[in-house]
């Protein structure tokens, strides 16, 4: 099946044009700087030829017009009709405790992603727009929701609620949903692959480490804990997010410095993490450079990261009652070796031993042939499974339907 995947935020949309028999992207690219004049979509085919596109692009609905313009267009295409276009995967962050699973949009879907809206005011509303948007262009194609939170789902109770009076869990559903959904399960899935195991008889701990960073403890393939909680905010240290803190500093600091609940939260998700310990910047490679200068600060900022995944990681281990795999991902997890090195350094109770040339050179696997539990390094792919779930979700559709 030909599957067009979006990832739609405020201003840009994220796009993957996916053959799900060959799992191959034929194109991809995005769009920034929706509302604004100067938008640019840039598109990537295949075979590496790629475009880019200035122009005004005022809302989602346009965007994914120049999207279609461009996967249509002779020079650059990858279809030569709308109808190839046979599927829309979205990637939707908040699904609540309603979605256990990926679905079919109908109108009826529509209205409860409308009222989960307060549970993701940043990235809901995004999302539904890019929906609308589809809806308008290819009003006969089929489109499927696939939720970050989802594979948060079966978390037991003891994981997922807070220590406030349970009446506001009922009342607001104030809990813990966990993100990162897609990408904990295609990493968690394919460390089984490559360990040659099947994944119901492990306990595995997942690391994305991205701008946002999560972790999940997935034992027998379900995720029963994982750090960010009713928010993307809690858990590890990241990019520009605090991750955890003591819930009654923000009380103190807002009286401290005046700050309205705006405010607050943009402290909390835009100022803090890597940049605000540093003061020099939220992407680790420049942390990094500034640490390995003697920055003081910026050492800080890497430390205290690696610091958490280690924690997490121990904590993960003694809530499974054991540890099979440790798996990075995501953008810092994929790409820095001294990242992982910290995490692991230490580690060797907890039968992880990390070979250094391994983890330099980028293996699958980075741990020694002696370390009891394999540490690997896997890239990633969240687009590749709302594919994989589009096709899935419509085929079994076309099924009941014959
Ligand atoms: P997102 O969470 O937005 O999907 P990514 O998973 O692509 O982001 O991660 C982006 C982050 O990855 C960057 O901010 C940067 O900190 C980090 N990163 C990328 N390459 C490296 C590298 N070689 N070393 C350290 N960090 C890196």
């Given amino acids: 099946m030909k599957v067009l995947v979006l990832n739609c935020g405020s201003s840009s949309i994220k796009y993957q044009f996916f053959d799900t028999v060959e799992e191959v992207a034929l194109a991809k690219g995005v769009v920034e700087r929706i509302g604004m004049s100067s ?30 313009g461009v996967m249509l267009s002779k020079n650059h295409g990858v279809i030569d009709d709308k109808k190839d276009i046979e599927a829309v995967g979205h990637r939707v962050v908040h699904g609540g405790e309603h979605f256990t699973d990926s679905i079919l949009i109908t109108d009826e879907i ?39 939170t989802a ?17 506001l869990y009922k009342k607001h559903q104030i809990r813990k949903y966990g993100f990162h959904g897609t990408s904990h399960s295609y990493v968690a899935n394919k460390a089984a692959e490559i360990l040659g195991k099947e994944l119901k008889d492990l306990k595995i701990v997942t690391a994305h480490l991205g701008n946002g960073c999560s972790m999940a403890a997935v034992q027998n393939g379900v995720s029963v ?13 990241m990019g520009t997010r605090s991750g955890d803190l003591d819930p009654s500093l923000i009380l103190y600091i807002m009286g401290k410095e005046g700050l309205s609940l705006n405010e607050a939260n943009t402290l909390l998700n835009k100022h ?8 020099e910047s939220s992407d680790m490679r420049e942390v990094l450079i500034a640490a390995n200068e003697g920055h003081k600060r910026s050492r800080y900022a890497f430390e205290i990261f690696a ?23 995501g953008g810092i997890g994929e ?46 792919n969240e687009e590749l499974v709302i594919a994989r779930d589009t096709n899935r979700i419509v085929e079994e559709i076309k099924t009941k339907k014959a």
Wanted: charged share 20%; net charge neutral.
């Fill in 272 to 279: 803090s993490g890597l940049l605000g310990i540093s003061g």
């Fill in 39 to 68: 938008a640019v979509l840039s598109h990537t085919r295949y075979d590496g030829d790629g475009i880019k596109i200035a122009g005004e692009i005022l809302d989602h609905t346009i965007a994914i017009e120049y999207v279609l």
């Fill in 225 to 237: 804990d994982t750090t960010m909680g009713f928010t993307p905010l809690e858990g590890l240290l």
């Fill in 110 to 148: 529509m209205q409860v992603l409308q009222d989960n809206i307060e549970l993701a005011p940043l990235h809901n509303p995004p999302n539904i727009k890019g929906i609308q948007a589809v809806k308008r262009i290819l009003p006969n194609v089929p489109q499927v929701a696939v939720f970050d």
């Fill in 335 to 380: 790409n820095s070796p001294e990242v992982r090195e910290e995490v692991c350094k230490g580690l060797e109770f907890l039968g992880i031993e990390l070979d250094d040339q391994k983890n330099k050179n980028k293996e699958k696997i980075i741990s020694k042939n002696s370390s009891r539990v394999p540490v690997l390094r896997i890239p990633t």
């Fill in 151 to 167: 594979f948060h789902t079966k978390m037991p109770p003891k994981a997922f609620l807070y220590g406030i009076p349970y009446e």
């Fill in 307 to 329: 610091y958490r995944v280690k924690k997490y990681l121990g904590a993960y281990a003694a809530a499974m009652g054991g540890l099979d795999a440790f798996v990075f991902t």
